[in-house]
């Protein structure tokens, strides 16, 4: 198959039409995928939840590309296609650990435990989820990279296909900056603040 242009695939994606959109999907996993895989293989799970992962993001691709997400001139697939999959692991992720700590709390009789601690950790990780959810894809991958993955900036950078270090550095102040900016903004945030 030949090359494709990112800005042609968006638009084979919201065509409508069956075949073209499989020939499309087909360039993307022959084209991006082994990055893609690359990337989620670091988060450590096992290979069978990877190809999981890099196919819900697929579907993910295709519903945000027909919503008109991608609608942008500088859209790229491959960043957006990453941060899709990083997001989908790190819930995975997220999801087997409360499974983990539903099962180990079980086993177990709380000696000592303040409740109200926990309780408060619980609705401190739920805001931190919708803060996570309201934000665009590019910079949820950034935020996550480096303050719950503890990634250096040149790593990110480079999974992100940014040119250089600075350019991951400005969209993490970017994005630190509508994140603040949505939570002053944000009526069940303000109410929060108040408690």
Not at 35 to 51: A, F
Not at 142 to 160: D, L, P, Q, R, W
């Amino acid at each position: 198959m030949k090359e494709i242009k990112d800005r042609a695939l968006i638009n084979i994606l919201k065509s409508g039409d069956e075949k073209r959109i499989e020939q499309g999907l087909l360039f993307i996993i022959r084209k991006y995928r082994k990055k893609v895989v690359s990337v989620i293989e670091n988060r450590g799970l096992p290979q069978e939840e990877i190809e999981e992962v890099f196919n819900d993001g697929l579907l993910v691709l295709m519903k945000n590309a027909i919503k008109g997400l991608l609608d942008k001139d500088d859209s790229r697939i491959e960043p957006y296609l990453i941060g899709i999959c990083k997001n989908i692991s790190y819930q995975k992720y997220q999801k087997k650990q409360k499974l983990l700590a539903l099962t180990a709390s079980e086993n177990t009789i709380p000696l000592d435990t303040n409740y109200l601690d926990v309780m408060l950790n619980k609705e401190r990780q739920e805001i931190i989820d919708q803060l996570l959810h309201n934000m665009k894809e590019d910079c949820r991958s950034v935020i996550m990279g480096f303050y719950f993955y503890k990634k250096k900036m040149a790593e990110i950078a480079k999974e992100m296909n940014y040119k250089n270090e600075q350019t991951a550095r400005n969209k993490k102040a970017k994005c630190m900056k509508a994140l603040k900016t949505f939570v002053q903004q944000s009526n069940f945030f303000k109410a929060y603040l108040k408690k």
